[in-house]
């Protein structure tokens, strides 16, 4: 039995086992496999364009769509306008992230305003009785100088 593998450590035997990807075809990395010391160039298959039914934004520095992106939330509202001013500005900006991150907490504003509809129209009214009930007041100084004299 201990012959058989001296036999097989004889042959070249490490002891693993077989690799799982030692076939190139079953390799995921194959298309774009470029051997060592080969002056072959790598031809990436074409990637089609994702079609769309919704307004995408793009920014001015890319200036085209990608290939590939998302639609699952559309600008939309008040934040879609704010995200619209925002791609305008050029990546390399403050502000053009500040708006986004703005127009981040409004999207978040108006989704709840329009899961909870009844309870957004009485906070908003709220807050505008609020102010027109509101008058500015004298200061506690001011008050006693009126009533010195």
Do not use: N
């Not at 001296?6 to 042959?11: C, H, K, N, Y």
């Not at 790598?42 to 793009?58: C, G, H």
């Amino acid at each position: 039995m201990d012959t058989a593998i001296q036999d097989r450590i004889a042959q070249g035997a490490s002891g693993r086992p077989e690799a799982a990807d030692a076939d190139p075809a079953s390799r995921p990395g194959v298309p774009f496999y470029k051997p060592a010391g080969s002056s072959s160039e790598i031809v990436k298959p074409p990637v089609e364009q994702q079609q769309t039914d919704v307004t995408i934004l793009v920014g001015v520095d890319v200036g085209k769509l990608t290939p590939v992106f998302g639609t699952c939330q559309p600008p939309r509202g008040l934040s879609g306008l704010m995200r619209r001013a925002a791609y305008q500005i050029p990546e390399h900006k403050a502000g053009r992230w500040m708006t986004l991150l703005l127009a981040d907490r409004v999207d978040v504003w108006e989704s709840r305003m329009r899961r909870h509809p009844i309870l957004s129209a009485l906070v908003l009214a709220g807050i505008v009785a609020g102010a027109k009930v509101r008058r500015p007041r004298k200061s506690k100084f001011r008050r006693l100088l009126d009533g010195l004299t």
